[in-house]
């Protein structure tokens, strides 16, 4: 049940993005930082945890999970350390992930050219 919970819970999201894509003028980056906040605000409910417990790695996979993991290394920041906490812990849950992007992104524009 999980991987069909899983595909669910991806598939919606992927369908309500295309949606709006096709319905109104925002673009891809528009959709990506709804995203991340909706992921956020999910995360300060307490329902992202709730989801990701239901469908796994299909909710622990997409943008929204970094807007949960974000809230989350805030949360325990500031539990810690108070106000500075919060940018102090801010990219610890998140920091193997952005820097992986960014390595593979450097090894793609060195494998390939982009079309004029």
Do not use: R, W
Not at 27 to 50: A, P, R, W
Not at 54 to 73: D, E, R
Not at 75 to 84: A, C, K, P, T, V
């Amino acid at each position: 049940m999980t991987y069909l919970y899983a595909f669910l819970f991806v598939g919606l999201l992927c369908l309500i993005a295309q949606i709006i894509i096709d319905n109104t003028t925002l673009s891809f980056g528009h959709v990506t930082s709804m995203y991340v906040v909706l992921g956020t605000i999910l995360g300060f409910f307490d329902l992202y945890d709730k989801i990701i417990e239901l469908a796994g790695a299909g909710a622990s996979l997409p943008i929204t999970s970094f807007g949960n993991l974000l809230y989350h290394a805030g949360l325990d920041g500031y539990l810690q350390n108070g106000i500075l906490g919060i940018f102090q812990n801010l990219l610890t849950t998140t920091s193997a992930g952005i820097t992986a992007t960014i390595i593979f992104a450097f090894i793609m524009t060195l494998i390939f050219k982009p079309k004029d």
